[in-house]
């Protein structure tokens, strides 16, 4: 994301929406079949496209299947069930249904955030999908296909005790997840702050966003950022009157799925399968299910720009 962009609307999730995506849990309990225990919607099923699978290279179309490098800590997009393996959450079921669709079925491989990137292009996994929005960075390490729109999203305790302004929030304690389009953002901001004879931001850097939430509940940190969904799911999991957004949404992008620079070929069928989700109706289903079809994008395009 580009930095200090002019704020744009609000991520305008309605009411009975959020409140169905952000009632889901990662950790489940009661009767019934799995998706009741998890507290996820059920994925619907995807059959395969002839035409779009024949997109897929002769060496992934006889595997099968595909590996897939997550960091699978950031709900309601990515996150592991109960069992402590089972990958659940909106992108998940999105890839998943667009690999369907291409005769493939998606290997979900659980790693750090800032490894997924490296294990892309050492050929570890075939894809990378966890939140990653689409950077003039990481575009120049590998291919991403879009399928996803977010912004920037602050919140600190509630009634704001300390004061927090995202504009203005030199000498106050931040907390976010490390690697991240987060991490830049607030690395500006306390550059900034130095540069303007100002006291910096403290920083605190964690592996997972659960982490960086629980420091702001606890009061070690003032405030941390985060994509729109997961911050909403702060919200909402740790109860009424804990935490409040700060500010509004911004620098809203795209989310990408990731490949190796020079398999774009696979990147061109993931693509087709995400434009074919979006015009048979499979890929709104899946946003609303999760509460989350305020990102929805019109089209899946592989590497698209990121200049205004």
């Known amino acids: 994301m580009a930095l200090h962009k002019p704020k744009s609307a609000p991520f305008a999730l309605g009411a009975l929406s959020l409140a169905g ?40 179309a006889e595997a099968g299947t595909v590996k ?21 959450g909106f992108n998940v079921d999105l890839l998943d249904a667009a690999l369907a669709k291409l005769g493939l079925e998606g290997q979900w491989e659980p790693t750090a955030f800032d490894s997924i990137i490296i294990g892309v292009n050492t050929g570890t996994y ?25 912004g920037t999203q602050w919140f600190a305790q509630a009634g704001n005790p300390e004061g927090v302004d995202p504009d ?3 000498g106050m304690r931040v907390a976010v997840q490390a690697d991240t389009t987060h991490d830049t953002d607030i690395e500006a901001r306390s550059q900034a702050c130095v540069d ?18 629980e420091t702001v509940v606890s009061g070690v940190n003032d405030a941390s950022l985060a994509d729109m969904p ?35 070929e696979l990147a061109e069928a993931i693509a087709a399968a995400f434009n074919a989700l979006i015009e048979d109706g499979t890929y709104e289903e899946i946003l609303q299910e999760w509460g989350v079809d305020a990102g929805g994008l019109g089209s899946s395009e592989v590497n698209p720009s990121t200049s205004e």
Not at 54 to 60: Q, R
């Open 21 to 60: 995506a952000l009632a889901l849990s990662a950790c489940g309990g009661g009767d019934g079949d799995g998706t009741e225990e998890t507290g996820a919607p059920e994925a619907p099923s995807v059959e395969a496209d002839e035409e779009l699978a024949a997109l897929v290279p002769a060496d992934i």
């Open 68 to 88: 897939i490098g997550v960091e699978a800590s950031y709900p309601p997009g990515e996150y592991l069930e109960e069992d402590g393996e089972t990958v659940l």
């Open 126 to 150: 075939d894809l990378g999908s966890s939140s990653f929005t689409i950077t003039e960075e990481r575009l120049e390490q590998v291919n991403m296909v879009s399928y996803f729109s977010s």
């Open 168 to 170: 203005n929030a030199c």
């Open 196 to 213: 303007a004879g100002e006291e910096p931001i403290t920083i605190q850097k964690f592996e997972n966003q659960p982490l960086a939430t």
């Open 230 to 264: 997961t911050s909403a799911y702060a919200l909402e999991q740790t109860g009424e009157g804990v935490l409040e957004f700060i500010g509004e949404q911004y620098d809203a992008a795209p989310y990408g799925i990731l490949t190796h620079k020079e398999d774009e």
